[in-house]
């Protein structure tokens, strides 16, 4: 298990949500044992589709674009430094509404994993 990756080597691939994501760090593939770490990518003007994790509490770091995102019954327009915490539980979707994409650091405990991933 490496304890390090290049982000330049990381292959993206596409969630069951719609978004683009680079696993940064993992247990299924790194050191890490209880939380994961990635890169989500939404191009400009497309969605994720509402979904939850069952297990799972994340935290959304915005790190490029803007745009909204759907928290339980809550709207919250975002933009690079804000973070988001959601609960296990809560359903959750983002929609890019600028010219850029939406670029965003999830962090995950327990670690992502499709099986935890609800879509509704």
């Known amino acids: 298990m490496t304890h390090i990756t290049h982000y330049q080597q990381l292959k993206s691939y596409i969630t069951q949500d719609g978004s683009h994501i680079r696993e940064i760090m993992h247990p299924a593939i ?26 799972s509490e994340e935290l959304y770091f915005v790190t490029n674009g803007e745009g909204i995102m759907q928290l339980g019954n809550e709207q919250l327009n975002i933009k690079p430094g804000d973070c988001i915490c959601i609960a296990p539980g809560t359903p959750h979707s983002l929609h890019n509404t600028g010219p850029d994409p939406l670029t965003i650091l999830c962090c995950c405990s327990p670690a992502y994993s499709h099986e935890d991933t609800v879509l509704l």
């Open 30 to 55: 790194h050191a890490s044992k209880k939380q994961s770490l990635a890169e989500a990518t939404l191009p400009p003007g497309e969605s994720t589709r509402l979904h939850k994790h069952r297990l």
